[in-house]
């Protein structure tokens, strides 16, 4: 199976070009947030390094979020576009599980974060099963960091943070105390041939044009919507033409 994987959820932009488990190409960019610029240029160049043409490939497998309103986008706008064009599967993966692949620790739990700034996160709490691969203890939401601490609380389990950390540190080192284990920079940069590897045995989606980006809260635009209509549905705004 010839898999095209890309992650583009936050600044760092991944993408890779597996042939089932063997990668035959991969770019990871972490300097920039031009993604609109560089992403179907890098997926291009990747494409025919792998010595391959479009036509080649079986499935895109995309993190689709949360993350980046505008990066999440890009790359789930991109994955349905190429998807639907050459007919191929599509596979959708959590952007906050991505990271989890990143790690082999399967003692601890592991919760990756993104800052949803003034003390908001989007995050998880996973673990690896007897196959190293992560399974979810709590799902993915956009929360506050004292909210997030009480649920943490109720594990005894060491916990592994990794991603946006750095705004949330002090508080979780407060209340975890020795428990908590924060990963290296290297983990918080995602990899997309470890994302490829991960879908190519994902159930792929049913119905490529209903995909939507896993925002996980409102848009500002959503948000402004609902403020003007608010007694109607609370489907997804992009859903609302």
């Known amino acids: 199976m010839k898999i095209l994987a890309i992650d583009t959820s936050n600044r760092p932009l991944s993408v890779a070009v597996m042939d089932d488990d063997n990668l035959l190409a991969e770019t990871t960019l972490t300097t920039h947030r031009k993604h609109a610029e560089f992403l179907m240029p890098v997926i291009e160049d990747l494409v025919k390094k792998a010595d391959l043409v479009p036509t080649d490939l079986d499935r895109v497998v995309v993190a689709a979020g949360p993350g ?7 790359a789930v706008t991109a994955a349905k576009t190429i ?4 007919h191929i599967e599509l596979t959708m993966v ?4 991505t990271l989890c692949l990143n790690v082999s620790r399967p003692n601890v739990f592991l919760n990756p974060i993104f800052d949803g700034r003034n003390q908001n996160m989007f995050t998880g709490l996973y673990k690896l099963d007897d196959t190293n691969r992560p399974v979810t203890v709590i799902e993915d939401q956009h ?5 997030w601490v009480k649920l943490l609380n109720h594990y005894d389990e060491k916990i592994m943070i990794m991603g946006d950390t750095a705004a949330f540190e002090s508080q979780l080192r407060e209340s975890l105390a ?3 284990i924060i990963a290296d920079k290297l983990t918080d940069i995602p990899n997309a ?7 190519r045995s994902l159930a792929p989606v049913s ?3 209903a995909v939507v980006p896993r925002y996980l809260r409102l848009t ?3 948000a402004d919507w609902q403020k003007v209509h608010p007694n109607e549905d609370t489907h997804h705004y992009v859903e609302k033409i």
Do not use: F, V, W
């Open 207 to 209: 119905n490529i044009d």
């Open 68 to 74: 980046s309103y505008t990066g999440i986008r890009m």
């Open 220 to 222: 500002k635009a959503e």
């Open 83 to 86: 998807a639907a064009t050459l």
């Open 178 to 180: 020795d428990r908590l």
């Open 143 to 147: 929360t506050n960091l004292t909210d």
């Open 94 to 97: 959590s952007s906050l599980l």
């Open 193 to 199: 041939a470890r994302l490829g590897n991960y879908g």
